[in-house]
């Protein structure tokens, strides 16, 4: 009788632990994925504070760039050379993210949402481009996230 007892106890013992650990995981997911949507928000404010230099602070060194319509630029130096266009106090670029995932290892994950691009054109007028991106983000070993590929596409014709 005993050993039922004890057995018992340890079958659910087992169960409990099993469970606590199976949840466990996805929480810390879920909390990783909150950070690197709080990351993101970071990194539009980055850019919008100090231009291309705080928008490549972000920027892993071997990061990758698929741009809409145009070859993949690859390397932070190479990628910088193309966004002195942030630079420019006509041109506003600004994006937010509709969702993020975090792999279980919580080293790689991914944000994804809309972004929108205003500018002047030689008129004056007020040119306003919006679509959407996903950005890959890789921990760092210091525990940052750092954009390790990044693509953005344009959306439908705005009538």
Not at 18 to 26: N, V
Not at 29 to 56: H, I, N, P, W
């Amino acid at each position: 009788m005993r050993k039922t007892a004890v057995l018992a106890l340890l079958v659910v013992t087992v169960v409990v632990l099993a469970r606590w650990s199976a949840s466990s995981a996805p929480r810390s997911q879920v909390a990783a994925a909150e950070k690197l949507k709080q990351t993101e928000a970071e990194f539009l404010q980055a850019a919008l504070d100090r231009g291309s230099a705080g928008y490549m602070s972000y920027y892993a060194d071997d990061a990758a760039e698929l741009p809409n319509g145009a070859d993949a630029i690859v390397g932070k130096a190479n990628i910088a050379k193309t966004m002195a266009f942030l630079d420019d106090k006509n041109n506003r670029l600004t994006w937010a993210p509709v969702g993020a995932d975090v792999s279980s290892s919580n080293d790689l994950g991914y944000t994804w949402g809309n972004y929108e691009f205003r500018s002047l054109d030689r008129d004056g007028v007020t040119r306003v481009e919006r679509g959407k991106y996903i950005t890959v983000w890789k921990k760092q070993p210091d525990g940052s996230w750092k954009v390790a590929v990044d693509m953005g596409n344009l959306g439908p014709k705005q009538k």
